[in-house]
């Protein structure tokens, strides 16, 4: 089955610093989505790419989606505490059912 | 809009017992899925709805559980002879998939101990 891989698992930067998680998918996917699960809560949309190559912004946050629609990535520029959590990459298979990725669980030290 | 509802929030049972699940969704949100999630994994997709109809099941899900949505709104998770192995968070979504785009907003989920 459909195996969607992240890296890496576990994440601890200095307030300020830059983090980055990469998504990995074993099929080529139509789409790929991005959630943030705060500590004790539910998956939140941050943001959808569809396009191969495509790039987007959320203020410090950039979304990107690999040529070939395999893997993604999301960098945060100058991390903040309210950036702490896990983020998910997620897409569906060609069947409709949705994956979500293993997760990267980020904390920010003050 | 008041949000993915789910309830109970927490449910603790004995093994061997059976469990049913309620999610209310957004309303006019016409696709509905559910997932299970256990600690420090991501939600792991267990079916969904097209409005009343249910278009896929993942293999995971075994024939203890079943889900219903008989009203194309709420929607019903049922585990019928508990096992320890069920012990998991399950999250329900909601999503009124315009235009391609299949944002799903997510409920606080339903805690399931099993004894």
């Known amino acids: 089955g459909q195996q969607v891989m992240q890296i890496p698992q576990y994440q601890h930067v200095q307030e300020g610093e830059d983090f980055t998680t990469y998504c990995n998918s074993s099929t080529t996917l139509s789409n790929i989505q991005w959630y943030k699960q705060r500590p004790g809560g539910h998956p939140v949309f941050l943001i959808q790419?569809?396009?191969?190559?495509e790039v987007k912004k959320q203020k410090r946050l950039t979304f990107q989606f690999g040529e070939a629609k395999k893997n993604s990535s999301l960098h945060i520029t100058a991390t903040q505490t309210t950036d702490v959590g896990t983020y998910f990459c997620a897409g569906p298979d060609t069947g409709n059912q949705f994956y979500f990725g293993t997760g990267t669980s980020l904390t920010v030290i003050p | 809009d008041t949000g993915v509802s789910q309830d109970p929030r927490h449910k603790i049972t004995k093994r061997g017992q059976n469990v049913t699940f309620r999610c209310d969704p957004i309303s006019e949100h016409n696709r509905l899925y559910w997932y299970r999630q256990t600690l420090g994994q991501g939600p792991e997709f267990l079916t969904y709805?097209?409005?009343?109809?249910?278009?896929?099941k993942s293999r995971l899900l075994s024939d203890r559980f079943s889900a219903e949505r008989p009203k194309g709104s709420f929607s019903t998770l049922e585990i019928q002879r508990t096992e320890q192995g069920d012990s998991a968070m399950y999250l329900c979504?909601?999503?009124?998939?315009?235009?391609?785009?299949?944002?799903?907003?997510f409920g606080a989920g339903t805690r399931l101990s099993v004894l």
């Open positions: 979504a909601s999503s009124p998939f315009r235009d391609a785009r299949n944002i799903q907003y």
């Open positions: 790419l569809v396009k191969s190559g």
């Open positions: 709805f097209q409005n009343e109809a249910q278009l896929e």
